[in-house]
């Protein structure tokens, strides 16, 4: 079988990752925790993820001028993932995430979008080739824009839940939300063409259509270090897996299995499993 051809339009971030005992309560400061810098962003994260698990991958997006984006694309330059679709802004910087983490891997983020939030639609291709994967780190218009644009399938993260236009939800084949998002949404998950999977984090996830479950998976047990672009991965493997022509239950499964995966090391893209340990979980 050829290796699916996806496209990512979406961000690109440095993540700066202070891992502590407890996360912050509310005017509360924190003290003795480590550091770490590692390439981020929901778009570039899902590239990576979707690349080790064996697509072709092109990511369309934007960075600033400065150090940080050199930073910033390293790990996909690195794994083969075409970037001859981001672009360089000189007016804003590259993309920041500050997150904190907990013991136990929990985590709380706060994104400088930077260039991300400057990415137009005049940035993107007038026809988007095979597969198409978005998330809401960018404009709406542009995820909208990139949508009307798809000419295969269609997998629109919808996070951060923001407001996003019907057009969107109707095209898209496969609609990925958490559980949290999947409520700001509510009905108008309902009644869509496409699926719609829901992630409840430690419990797994399903797979709806017009409201009906097709499927439910739990990830297997892992020691969790660093649930920071879990998320991103199970994007991206759902998508690989239904490509390929997995049937519901196993597409759900492996990426389950590869969400898992993620959260048992530190960082977001250092953290994306390959294949063959995936498949070896499974």
């Known amino acids: 079988m050829s290796a699916p051809l996806i496209t990512v339009v979406g961000s690109v971030n440095l993540d700066f990752v202070a891992t502590a005992r407890t996360l912050p309560a509310p005017g509360e400061t924190v003290t003795g925790a480590t550091l770490a810098r590692h390439p981020g962003g929901k778009g570039a994260n899902q590239a990576l993820a979707a690349r080790r698990l064996g697509a072709a991958v092109r990511l369309i997006g934007r960075v600033g001028a400065d150090g940080m984006a050199d930073e910033a694309l390293a790990l996909l330059k690195a794994e083969g993932v075409d970037l001859s679709g981001v672009a360089i802004d000189r007016a804003a910087p590259t993309g920041v995430a500050l997150i904190g983490v907990d013991a136990e891997g929990e985590n709380q983020i706060i994104v ?32 909208a824009a990139a949508v009307a644009r798809a000419t295969g399938f269609v997998c629109v993260n919808l996070a951060p839940a ?29 009644g869509l063409p496409g699926l719609v999977a829901v992630t409840w ?82």
Do not use: K
């Not at 236009?165 to 509510?186: H, K, T, W």
């Open 112 to 143: 400088a979008p930077g260039a991300n939030a400057a990415f137009t639609s005049d940035l993107l291709p007038t026809v988007i080739e095979g597969a198409l994967i978005c998330q809401m780190e960018l404009p709406a218009a542009t995820v």
């Open 162 to 190: 923001l407001d996003v236009p019907d057009s969107v939800l109707r095209r898209a084949d496969l609609i990925v939300v958490n559980q949290g998002e999947s409520e700001v949404y509510g009905r108008r998950l309902h």
């Open 201 to 282: 984090g430690s419990r797994g996830a399903g797979l709806f259509h017009d409201g009906a479950r097709l499927a439910t998976a739990e990830p297997p047990e892992v020691s969790v270090i660093d649930s920071t672009g879990a998320g991103d991965t199970f994007v991206a493997a759902l998508t690989v897996a239904l490509l390929e022509g997995m049937g519901h239950p196993e597409a759900l499964a492996f990426a389950c299995a590869a969400g898992a995966l993620t959260a048992t090391r530190a960082g977001a893209q250092p953290s994306l499993p390959t294949r063959a340990e995936v498949e070896g979980m499974l």
